[in-house]
């Protein structure tokens, strides 16, 4: 998951004006005689913030879904914009999931029930492959603030929000993942809902179990200050926040799988167990942390 700053070379509001009004196009005119339904559309889009357990779907004849998907697929210079951010896709870490991959261009409302916003800019998230993964379910009207969070919206992003957690610590552990926001933060149910219609869905618990693997067969290879031994248990866990520190500079969001990972390894009872494995007797520097 990251905040992404939203993209400014491109407005869309004069992007459906010039293409309502390009009479080269398929979509002429059923798309200029439907232009303010569309336009009031995005406006209350950006009304609500992104916030998709508020935004109206907004009813257009399903020859003009049609038309706008197909538009979708195949930009004209009206909506040039919609092939730079597909270029865009290159993101180094996922807004939605956190991963470090990218390329694909994500429909934050879907266009199969949203066709109205099918190429509008503000709801094309550049994704990893977790935008096939996760469920066109955006929300849960019984569960009030339960929602996708969106990535050119929602600030609660630049928080650290989620972490590893790993029990029966040693050559496999059990690896689960959870939410850091008390039941009492206003966002806990949309971070909770985000974790579990996307995040969950991804291969992140593989990736952070092979990272452990790593760490306890040669920990430099997870954690490069590791390859000695810090000299007592904070100063373990200050190379462990400085750690932390870089990858969330690096990757310009505090919610990136590797950030994820090294909450997990500050955990109380994490920091304990390798601090003596570490130092367990025998053990050459940086050689394995448990006997395997
Ligand atoms: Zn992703």
């Known amino acids: 998951m990251k905040r992404l ?13 010039a293409l309502s009004n390009n009479e080269l196009v398929n979509s002429y005119p059923l798309l200029r005689d439907n232009l303010a339904a569309v336009r009031a559309g995005y406006q209350q889009y950006a009304a609500m913030n992104g916030d998709v357990s508020q935004i109206q ?14 538009h979708y697929a195949s930009p004209n210079q009206d909506i040039e914009f919609i092939d730079k951010l597909r270029l865009d896709g290159e993101v180094k870490t996922c807004p939605m999931c956190g991963s470090a991959g990218g390329g694909t261009l994500d429909h934050f409302m879907p266009k199969a029930d949203y066709p109205c916003f099918s190429i509008f800019g503000m709801n094309l998230v550049p994704a990893c492959k977790c935008n096939l993964l996760r469920t066109d379910v955006l929300s849960l009207p019984a569960h009030p603030g339960a929602r996708l969070l969106h ?11 989620l972490r590893a957690r790993f029990r029966d610590l040693g050559p496999v552990p059990k690896v689960t993942l959870h939410g850091t926001l008390d039941a009492a933060h206003p966002f806990r149910n949309a971070v909770e809902f985000h974790l579990t219609q996307v995040v969950r869905r991804t291969r992140v618990k593989e990736w952070i179990a092979g990272e452990w693997s790593k760490l306890v067969l040669k920990p430099s290879l997870v954690i490069r200050a590791l390859k000695t ?10 190379l462990l926040e400085e750690e932390r520190q870089e990858v969330d500079e690096s990757t310009g969001s505090k919610n990136s799988w590797g950030s994820m990972l090294v909450t997990g390894l500050l955990e109380d009872s994490v920091v304990d167990w390798l601090f003596a494995a570490l130092w367990g007797p025998g053990r050459a520097q940086n050689g394995p942390l448990v006997n395997l």
């Open 5 to 17: 700053d939203r993209p400014v070379f491109f407005n869309d509001d004069a992007a459906i004006i």
């Open 229 to 238: 031994n810090p000299g007592s248990r904070a100063e373990l866990v200050d």
């Open 151 to 161: 990535p050119y919206y929602d600030d609660i992003l630049r928080e650290r929000l």
């Open 57 to 70: 779907n907004v009813p257009i004849p399903p020859e003009l879904a049609a038309l706008l998907k197909a």
